[in-house]
């Protein structure tokens, strides 16, 4: 199975030894963790609900760079360091995506990096 790794300046650089996401034999693509970066500072946004809509906006340019879109997610995992912010996900994650929606996960952790409030990892499908 040949990797083809996936790379836009409309999302967050990767900050480690990873790539923004690999596509992976065929129509399958891992989406890595997205927290909330601005792209064009890569400084965190301020709050949960910056972060949230920051997080998804990094997510989409992801999957638009390789092909796609938000719909085209079919798991999508959401960390969150406080999970009374989980009502808040779900609102702004309705303005994102239509039905039929993703299947989810969502943990709660004790940190994540750069001090992030939430990250999100997605897998997306071409077909």
């Known amino acids: 199975m ?16 990873y ?9 399958a693509i891992y989406l890595s963790g997205q927290i909330g970066l601005d792209p064009s500072t890569m400084q965190m946004v301020d ?3 910056a972060q949230i809509v920051r ?3 990094n997510l989409k340019a ?6 796609g879109g938000l719909d085209n997610i079919v798991k999508l995992n959401v960390y969150l360091t406080d999970l ?5 996900v779900n609102e ?19 940190s994540l990096p750069r001090g992030a409030l939430v990250e999100m990892d997605a897998i997306m499908s071409l077909e």
């Open 92 to 110: 702004i994650m309705a303005t994102y995506f239509t039905l039929p929606y993703p299947a989810r996960a969502a943990v709660g952790v004790a």
């Open 47 to 49: 709050g949960i609900e």
């Open 19 to 27: 790539s923004q996401a690999v596509r992976a034999g065929g129509n």
């Open 62 to 67: 992801v999957t638009i760079a390789a092909g």
């Open 2 to 17: 040949a990797k083809q790794p996936i790379q836009t300046h409309a999302a967050p650089q990767a900050i480690g030894t």
């Open 55 to 57: 997080v998804f906006e």
């Open 84 to 88: 009374a912010h989980f009502a808040r």
